[in-house]
């Protein structure tokens, strides 16, 4: 256990609360046991119980209860959580991949009665609700997705395709002219018509990630309501989940206490 002061290196120092010490010298607070993560007074085994029981899909109030914390601190962690799975970006496709996106936010029977006058039923493009943009690689199984902010940008969508797959790769989507702009790029771009009832012609299809779409539908529809503003924090998670559901428990625990301790 350290006791010499950070500021000035002194090694004598009186004991205070929480594990907390003053310095003799500088009088300059400390505390005597270093946290792995910065702003949370937790230890390393009090991490792993609780990334433990967030992986589980538990409440905030059972995982309170597994780890002796607050449930505004199993918030906070949460959160952080999440603000960590964001980071981890799979690599470059090599493909063939699939690209597709949906809508996320309130079903219209939720919602306030002056919103609806205000704001008439659309479907598709024309909906109200957050688009989030999806690319699924069949070669490894793994899933990319974002939110996009208001509305469906193409140069944005253009511009993640060509980071997110490599160059001259397969690439399959539905109609929507936005991706009819990808052969240009130098993809193999073949596509079904959805408008027309075709789902599938030979390999060609976007079946994979439409059954993502599902995945991330009813996750977040057991989740609850949810700010729209930390909506690509569940996203994350999701995907993080989903490219990590062919290893055991104990794996992902370990992935995940590496990528929350930044190890």
Request: aromatic share 8%.
């Amino acid at each position: 256990m350290p006791t010499s002061c950070p500021a000035c290196g002194h090694t004598r120092a009186w004991k205070l609360r929480r594990e907390k010490l003053r310095c003799k010298r500088c009088r300059r607070e400390f505390a005597a046991e270093k946290f792995p993560v910065r702003g949370f007074r937790l230890r390393r085994g009090d991490w792993e119980r609780a990334l433990s029981s967030f992986l589980l899909f538990r409440s905030v109030r059972r995982i309170a209860d597994d780890t002796g914390v607050s449930r505004r601190h199993v918030q906070e962690i949460a959160h952080h959580v999440r603000s960590r799975m964001i980071l981890e970006v799979p690599p470059a496709f090599s493909g063939p991949v699939e690209i597709d996106e949906t809508y996320i936010g309130a079903q219209r029977k939720n919602q306030r009665l002056h919103i609806r006058k205000l704001h008439p039923p659309k479907r598709g493009h024309g909906t109200r609700k957050l688009p989030i943009f999806g690319i699924f690689d069949r070669a490894t199984g793994l899933a990319f997705v974002e939110v996009m902010p208001r509305k469906l940008d193409v140069s944005h969508i253009l511009m993640r395709a060509q980071q997110r797959i490599a160059p001259g790769a397969r690439v399959y989507t539905d109609g929507f002219p936005t991706y009819r702009q990808l052969a240009r790029l130098g993809y193999a771009h073949e596509w079904v018509d959805h408008n027309a009832r075709e789902y599938v012609r030979g390999d060609v299809h976007t079946n994979n990630i439409e059954g993502f779409w599902g995945i991330m539908k009813r996750t977040m529809g057991a989740t609850g309501g949810m700010r729209r503003d930390r909506l690509h924090l569940f996203a994350a998670e999701i995907a993080w989940r989903f490219n990590h559901r062919k290893e055991t428990p104990e794996q992902k625990g370990r992935a995940l206490l590496r990528l929350v301790l930044d190890e």
